[in-house]
């Protein structure tokens, strides 16, 4: 059924706006951009809108996340730094997008990260000026105050740490010079403390049931599903609409305000390049005739990478005594009831953002001391043994200066994009991780964290560069394949339009200029937030 105020022509349906994919902030923008009944509204998803029941579980993220029928099961180019593998990249393709897979930890980077961005020509996007978007997307624990938000959509909830771990962990930083902070968002991504979690009453929340489930009703929304959007129509210098698949078929649908692409990293460059905009070399490579030649689309690549330190210990922790058969029976029904519990939460003892070089202006680092090593596994004695004591030190590399590049694999848009994060090109990325790995075994050394540490199981005796080539991972956190600001590399300006087409922005992860030091969810809503904003001219950004 065409929306109110939708409009079928030919065989093509018109309607105000149409977003293409439904994740993190596709969802945003259907919620916003259908505020007002007179709007009509079309989200494409290529995915599908079927939750699984485990997707709800927090406690179940590690196999959320690797589950084939949630993602796009996307293989990356060998990388040349990091010993020629070619890794697997999970991303969400279902409704709710990557956010629906994730996981679920809430961190909107450190203020200086958007203060380098509005340094970079992305004016109006410094911390100051963003925070009221984070604040409207956030319904914050701790309640309304000038650094969060209490009554936006996105619940953002306390997690329940091993408190016992810790203080281990905590005191231990303390004694190499680094603070405790119980609010990453509020007080500056820097020192030991423990996430805040996208969740409600212990189950997942996703862009898709806060921002898309609560107004799927209104008439003037249509929200597809399994349609796989294959070009974006441009004519005379303005984007007319899309073709996308269905079921086999070829559909069109027009815009007549705005085609708004939030494809994700890897979705969004791929659709430019394969509706003609992007760099004519690689566009002629393929046949694909050009629109525009824009070099920024699909360069930029930026990702964190990760590397672990892992710790043999002298006793189970909370978590994993709490894995015990019976007691998980119990922790299921906690959980089935009151949301509380071992299932509500990820097995993690504490978080660190700290400088692997002192003079750094901001963290590079974060550690999440993670029990299981994320692979949660019940047990019952003499009939299954536990998962083991172990402590996995989970590191990310925050501000890397590796660069990749999202390109494309054929002149078929059905085709997977070739990814090349191109982890550890730069020396720089490397020498950033032996120190970060330093440090973590210098934490693992101090007491009483060292009180309960058996033995290093890796990196063990290796040398720490060829270990960091040989075990590095991409971190789940691409961006900036379609990096706004200025200069012939930017794909949009600060008002997210795609520079050189009317009637089209990229809204999404893809246009951060720089990949922020945490983790990327966040940053991207604020962005959704904010682009609507733009498109119903609420605001603009400078
Ligand atoms: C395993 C994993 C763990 C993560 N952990 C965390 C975490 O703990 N905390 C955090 O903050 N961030 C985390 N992230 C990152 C975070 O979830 C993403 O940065 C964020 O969801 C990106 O939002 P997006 O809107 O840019 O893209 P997505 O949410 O990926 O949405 C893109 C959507 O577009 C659709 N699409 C793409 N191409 C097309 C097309 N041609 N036609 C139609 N639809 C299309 C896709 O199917 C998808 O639904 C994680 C990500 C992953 C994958």
Redesign the pocket.
């Known amino acids: 059924m065409p929306a109110e105020g939708a409009r079928r022509e030919g065989r093509a349906e018109r309607f105000h706006f149409i977003i293409?994919?439904?994740?993190?902030?596709?969802c945003v923008l259907a919620n916003r951009l259908s505020e007002d009944p007179a709007d009509a509204v079309l989200l494409?998803?290529?995915?599908h809108d079927r939750p699984t029941a485990a997707m709800n579980v927090p406690l179940f993220f590690s196999k959320v996340?690797a589950d084939p029928a949630l993602g796009?099961n996307y293989l990356a180019e060998p990388e040349p730094h990091a010993g020629g593998r070619a890794l697997p990249i999970?991303?969400?393709?279902?409704?709710g997008?990557?956010?629906a897979?994730?996981?679920?930890?809430?961190?909107r980077g450190h203020p200086g990260d958007f203060d380098g961005w509005a340094e970079r020509g992305a004016r109006g996007w410094s911390h100051a000026e963003v925070l009221p978007w984070f604040r409207r997307v956030e319904n914050n624990w701790r309640g309304e105050s000038d650094g969060h938000g209490g009554h936006g959509p996105m619940p953002v909830s306390r997690y329940g740490r091993d408190e016992a771990l810790f203080q281990r962990i905590a005191t231990a930083a303390a004694a190499h010079g680094f603070r405790e902070n119980d609010d990453f968002d509020a007080n500056g991504a820097d020192g030991f403390g423990c996430y805040d979690t996208t969740t409600t009453r212990g189950r997942r929340a996703t862009?898709a049931t806060q921002y898309l489930d609560p107004i799927r009703k209104r008439p003037n929304l249509v929200v597809r599903t399994e349609?796989?959007?294959?070009r974006i129509r441009v004519e005379n210098g303005r984007a007319t609409g899309v073709d996308?698949e269905r079921a086999g078929l070829s559909e069109r649908a027009l815009a007549t305000r705005e085609v708004l692409l939030?494809?994700?990293?890897y979705?969004s460059p791929h659709?430019l390049m394969h509706s003609g905009i992007g760099p004519h070399s690689e566009l002629a490579a393929q046949g694909i005739d050009t629109v525009l030649d824009l070099r920024g689309v699909g360069a930029n690549l930026q990702e964190h990478p990760v590397v672990g330190a892992m710790f043999a210990c002298n006793a189970l922790f909370r978590f994993d005594r709490d894995m015990r058969f019976d007691r998980l029976a119990l922790s299921l029904l906690r959980w089935r009831m009151f949301g509380t519990g071992l299932l509500s939460g990820v097995p993690l003892g504490a978080v660190g953002f700290f400088r692997s070089r002192p003079e750094l202006a901001r963290p590079d680092i974060e550690v999440a001391f993670v029990t299981s090593s994320f692979a949660p596994r019940p047990w019952f004695p003499l009939v299954r043994k536990p998962n083991g004591k172990t402590l996995w030190c989970c590191t990310w590399l925050l501000s890397p200066e590796s660069r990749g590049r999202v390109g494309l694999r054929s002149p078929d848009p059905r085709d997977h994009p070739t990814i090349l994060h191109n982890l550890l090109a730069e020396p720089a990325d490397v020498a950033a991780l032996v120190r970060a790995l330093e440090t973590i075994r210098a934490f693992a050394a101090t007491p009483p964290f060292s009180d309960i540490i058996e033995s290093e199981t890796m990196p063990g005796e290796r040398g720490l560069e060829d270990y960091i080539r040989a075990t590095a991972v991409p971190g789940?956190?691409p961006t900036s394949t379609c990096a706004m600001g200025e200069g012939s590399m930017a794909v949009t300006g600060p008002d997210l339009k795609v520079k050189g087409v009317e009637g089209l922005r990229v809204i999404?992860?893809?246009v951060m200029p720089k990949v922020i030091s945490g983790?990327?969810?966040?940053a991207?809503l604020m962005i959704a937030e904010r682009g609507a904003d733009f498109v119903l001219g609420r605001s603009k950004p400078f």
């Open positions: 293409v994919g439904g994740g993190s902030a596709g494409l998803e290529a995915g996340s796009w999970k991303r969400g393709k279902l409704l997008g990557s956010s897979i994730n996981g679920l930890a809430y961190t862009a349609c796989h959007v294959t996308y939030s494809g994700g990293t979705g659709l789940a956190h999404d992860a893809s983790h990327t969810n966040a991207t």
